[in-house]
């Protein structure tokens, strides 16, 4: 039975709220494009530092103005790029990713960019709406490819994350441990008025005796914390190989992080957590044919498994019987309509942001259905033409990792490889369910993770390619004289 909705008491935002917000996201991202001319990094890290904590404004000012939700790209997308700019201008580091990545980028925004002119496009707003989420956050992978410069950094920036990502995940679960223990109310009262809108009308699955209750942690909806927990599982498992098999009490330092996320995962109400989270871990062992771990790790999975189930008052049959069905619709009967349905509509394309889920707030077209099948949702805008290089762009991001992680030789480096492999594979597989590529912040992390990927040979091997030239003070007298010397730059 669906749980009742109280009801929500809603206060409408003002226009002067409206620009506070604004001037303010704009002023703090000025600040943080001053600091990035010193470092371009530090806007990435304040990025990746936010993006757990990104809904938290959308929460607190419900119904909050659509600013909230292009918080994190004016305070540090922009800066970011910006910043990066003037250093990739003035020193010229080299850049080896893969010349078809390139190409496949290249003719995919230009295609991005001609369908925004379509007739078939209702207005500039959904035009505009349809270009930020094709292409604003690819040029992550650019950044992704220099935020490293050492072995070491990788692991640092993993174990800081890893840190922040355990927060959002361990109220994920006392959201759950509270549904459960009959406190649904005190589980949903941070959410206040948007209680409703987060959990997607209290959403919950019946499964056999027991049920399954969507929690989104800190975010605004489920199917954003269900992909965050899927980017924090990345971290962890890197983390978990990069400690290594020692004794004693560094045991559960490896283990224990990697766990709370599964847990996080199984216990969130996203059905298909029970299938994508075991396919990581497959993906990730069968890389290092390691068919050891293919016996140890399914012992975790196990046990977290029928802990979850004894909470959900359920069985491991009705959820088996759930998870089947789930997968059945997901993977045959919903995409394949869908494709046909897109293709019986165009094969040229209607045009970019015209099946784009946030444009429909701006579409006068309130009966448009939005298809969630991200292939069948390009075809939509894109066409066939766009099928095609979104297909070769996915496909060769994930052959040159996988090409990468096999040939590397630094064992830290190799646990953090595959796991950005076995997300890179989860991702382009969720695509086939939904528009994932297309939510925060899975958004942020496949194209920044896949940039980092693809230097990781530069890494395991040092290349003098990656020191860059700059300018080192002297001072002489009273006055400072720049010298060139080789060092690295802002070395992470």
């Known amino acids: 039975m669906p749980i009742p909705a109280r009801p929500i008491t809603t206060r409408a935002s003002t226009p002067m709220s409206d620009s506070v917000l604004t001037i303010g996201a704009a002023a703090f991202g000025l600040i943080a494009a001053g600091i990035g001319l010193k470092n371009w990094r530090y806007p990435v890290y304040g990025l990746l530092c936010f993006l757990p904590w990104a809904g938290i404004p959308t929460i607190a000012l419900y119904p909050a103005p659509p600013m909230t939700r292009a918080l994190k790209d004016v305070m540090f997308v922009l800066p970011a790029y910006a910043s990066f700019a003037v ?11 893969p010349a078809i990545i390139l190409a496949t980028v290249v003719a995919f925004a230009l295609l991005v960019v001609l369908h925004a002119f379509d007739n078939t496009v209702a207005n500039s707003e959904v035009a ?5 989420t094709w292409l604003f956050y690819m040029p992550l992978l650019a950044l992704g490819y220099h935020l490293c410069t050492r072995a070491d950094a990788v692991d640092r920036l993993a174990r800081c994350l890893l840190l922040i990502a355990l927060i959002p995940t361990a109220i994920g679960i006392a959201q759950s441990a509270l549904i459960y223990g ?3 109310d005190l589980a949903f009262r941070m959410y206040g008025d948007a209680a409703h809108d987060v959990t997607q009308g209290f959403g919950r699955f019946e499964v056999g005796r027991g049920d399954l209750v969507r929690v989104a942690s800190t975010f605004t909806f489920l199917s954003q914390y269900y992909n965050f927990v899927l980017a924090a599982l990345c971290l962890a498992y890197g983390r978990w190989h990069a400690i290594g098999a020692r004794a004693g009490w560094r045991q ?8 709370v996320i599964v847990a996080a995962g199984l216990l969130s109400g996203a059905r ?3 299938v994508t989270i075991p396919l990581f871990f497959l993906v990730v062992l069968a890389l290092r044919s390691n068919w050891r771990g293919l016996l140890q790790l399914p012992l975790l999975l196990l046990a977290l498994l029928t802990g979850a189930v004894a909470l959900f008052g359920t069985t491991i049959t009705d959820l088996y019987d759930l998870v089947s069905e ?3 619709d997901y993977l045959t009967s919903v995409p394949i309509g869908e494709l046909t349905q897109a293709l019986g509509a165009t094969w040229w394309g209607l045009g970019t942001g015209t099946n784009t889920g946030p444009a429909r707030f701006v579409d006068p077209d309130t009966t448009r259905v939005v298809l969630e099948n991200y292939f069948a949702k390009t075809i939509f805008e894109l066409g066939l033409p766009g099928l095609l290089l979104i297909s070769i762009l996915l496909g060769a991001i994930v052959f040159h990792a996988i090409r990468i992680t096999r040939r590397l030789k630094n064992p830290m480096l190799i646990g953090y490889a595959d796991a950005i ?3 890179l594979v989860l991702s382009c597989v969720n695509c086939w369910k939904a528009s994932y590529l297309d939510l925060d912040p899975l958004n942020v992390y496949f194209w920044l993770l896949a940039g980092m990927l693809l230097r990781f040979p530069a890494l395991d091997r040092p290349d003098p390619s990656s020191v860059a030239t700059a300018p080192s003070p002297v001072r002489i007298g009273t006055g400072l004289v720049f010298t060139r010397r080789r060092e690295p730059m802002w070395t992470t």
């Not at 559960?252 to 766990?259: E, K």
Request: aromatic fraction near 14%; proline fraction near 6%.
């Open 87 to 97: 250093w990739f201008l003035r020193f010229r580091p080299r850049t080896r990713i």
């Open 182 to 184: 009959g406190a649904r």
């Open 421 to 423: 492999v076995g997300l």
């Open 326 to 328: 789930l997968a059945t």
């Open 252 to 259: 559960w330092i490896r283990v224990g992080p990697m766990s």
């Open 272 to 274: 298909g957590a029970f």
């Open 128 to 132: 505009l709406i349809g270009l930020r």
